[in-house]
């Protein structure tokens, strides 16, 4: 039996309908069970009222899945609140679940290639969980597998194991003695130079973030992800009306998988291939990131320009 489909939707119903829509075409969305929970409007929200109804008559009227299961609360537990209760309570009967959000299209392959994963990987303690997205990077010269591992969870479509998901502190516990030991500090930002100040702005509630907390397990644990060759997801609600900060530059664009192969092939040895490992901590660099920004600005200028011009968004480059 394929592993149970765990879907968060708040207040964006055409994302969600795009999202919904994916999945039902997913080779395994009439084998799996759904679980979808959609958080409440937030106090003295008046105008998420309808949008959270809007949500709700999405999936009301959802078919395609061998059973759905629905939780609609009425009141707002924020997005990290919401899925970590979610996402607690069905492997409470599950033993791995596969995660989506609202804003998260995938590939008609998508549920293949989580389900070949947890099953593979389930006895290997080294993989910590299943990663859907990936960066379009080159394939390495002579590279035959259809995944690659890195030391950095995925948000995007992702899945994971009872087992490991126990293991999470979400209250950070230990952060007082890891953001004063250097040398700790230092090894979590090897998988990316954004890492630490990301915890400590969840840990300070500066973020409603849940992700990061993961990741934080994942380097605890010492584990890595696994990730497609070829994206099996793609995130359409970074420049959506309702997302959280406007994106003019999106650097997370990349190519989602239409070859659609069902069976993929999975290496037996977990190890990081050096290709796949410098690409992915690049991504992550100061000045990588510090040139996304740049670009950013001259977007965010440009468009305020058209705007004032009366000329629609610009074009990325």
């Not at 707002?76 to 995660?99: D, E, F, K, R, W």
């Not at 591992?149 to 087992?163: E, L, P």
């Not at 890891?178 to 969840?202: H, W």
């Amino acid at each position: 039996m394929p592993a149970p489909i765990v879907l968060f939707a708040y207040k964006r119903a055409s994302e969600l309908q795009r999202t919904v829509t994916a999945l039902q075409a997913n080779y395994l969305a009439d084998q799996s069970e759904l679980y979808v929970f959609v958080d409440g409007p937030r106090p003295g929200r008046a105008d998420e009222l309808a949008k959270v109804d809007a949500v709700r008559a999405v999936l009301d009227n959802l078919t395609g899945f061998r059973r759905i299961h629905r939780l609609y609360r009425e009141q707002n537990m924020g997005c990290a609140n919401s899925i970590i209760a979610g996402v607690t309570a069905v492997l409470q009967t599950h033993p791995s679940v596969i995660v989506l959000e609202d804003d998260i299209v995938t590939s008609r392959n998508f549920l293949d290639y989580m389900n070949q994963c947890l099953e593979r990987y389930a006895d290997t303690p080294t993989v910590f969980s299943i990663g859907g997205y990936t960066f379009p990077f080159p394939r390495p010269q002579g590279y035959e597998s259809d995944v690659y591992f890195f030391g950095r969870t995925c948000a995007w479509g992702w899945g994971i194991w009872a087992d490991r998901w126990e293991q999470v502190d979400w209250a950070l516990r230990d952060f007082d003695t890891f953001i004063t030991d250097e040398s700790a500090c230092k090894a979590f930002n090897a998988n990316g130079q954004d890492r630490v100040r990301m915890l400590k702005r969840a840990y300070t509630k500066e973020i409603d973030a849940w992700d990061i907390r993961l990741c934080y397990s994942e380097f605890k644990w010492g584990g890595v992800t696994v990730y497609p060759t070829i994206s099996k997801t793609i995130n359409i609600g970074i420049d959506s009306v309702d997302s959280t900060t406007e994106v003019v530059y999106n650097r997370y664009k990349t190519v989602l998988d239409n070859s659609l192969p069902r069976r993929l092939q999975l290496p037996a040895d977990v190890s990081v291939n050096p290709a796949y490992a410098r690409r992915f901590r690049r991504k992550f660099s100061v000045p990588v990131r510090m040139w996304n920004k740049l670009k950013t600005f001259l977007l965010a200028s440009r468009l305020a320009i058209g705007k004032r011009a009366g000329v629609g968004k610009p074009v990325e480059q």
